[in-house]
């Protein structure tokens, strides 16, 4: 039951593939990187069928998944470290310390692939079966649908946020009048008082004139 379930999900992933090419690679016992290319291909969304390996394999490797280097040899066994490779591309996975140090190698994808349980434990030389490439096929489809939805989630709920309207801007002109009606007193300059005239004692006359100057006769 969980092999036809299985076999149901990826054919009906598979609608830009050859369905009759992913039931021969169901079967296959090892996976050639010629398969990887023709898997790793639909994951593009591209419309256009890939009829060759070739023609798949020049796409994913301009889109940055796979060495141009591997396109060489489409007829080579792929590893469990080259799947591990092109998941970490797909995925923009950046690893740990050491892959982040040292760069992106097959050895170090397939423990960051572990890690995340994307693959199984089988070591990076290790074969891939066609059902094990469908079975990751899968696993990188549900992932990018998962993200595509919650970016799609966040960017409505961006546009369902109300903006606020500014405050209205009142006119200063007015602040100013009703200031000057409210304190009318603040205008005006307070007035002085005179100085007053100090009087002198009795005492203090007698000191500064001591003998007591009389009117002229």
């Given at each position: ?13 598979f609608q830009a593939q050859d369905i009759e090419y992913t039931r021969e690679l ?86 960051e692939c572990v890690y995340q349980r994307l693959v199984g434990p089988n070591g ?94």
């Open positions: 039951m969980a092999v036809a379930t299985l076999v149901i999900t990826i054919l009906a992933g169901m079967k296959k016992k090892k996976v050639t990187v010629g398969d990887l290319s023709f898997v790793f291909y639909s994951l593009l969304g591209e419309e256009k069928t890939a009829k060759e390996a070739a023609e798949a394999a020049e796409a994913v490797v301009e889109k940055g998944w796979m060495p141009k280097k591997w396109a060489e040899d489409l007829d080579e066994n792929a590893s469990l470290g080259e799947v591990s490779y092109m998941i970490c591309k797909v995925l923009d996975i950046k690893g740990g310390f050491m892959m982040r140090t040292f760069g992106m190698t097959k050895r170090y994808c397939y423990r990076p030389h290790s074969r891939v079966s066609g059902r094990d490439l469908l079975g990751v096929y899968t696993t990188l489809e549900n992932i990018l649908e998962e993200r595509a939805e919650e970016a799609g989630e966040i960017e409505r709920e961006m546009l369902e946020i109300p903006q606020q309207e500014p405050d209205p801007e009142e006119d200063p002109s007015k602040e100013d009048d009703s200031a000057e009606e409210e304190s009318p007193e603040k205008e005006k300059p307070a007035q002085k008082e005179p100085p007053q005239e100090k009087k002198e004692s009795p005492e203090e006359s007698k000191k500064k004139d001591p003998q007591g100057r009389k009117g002229d006769p």
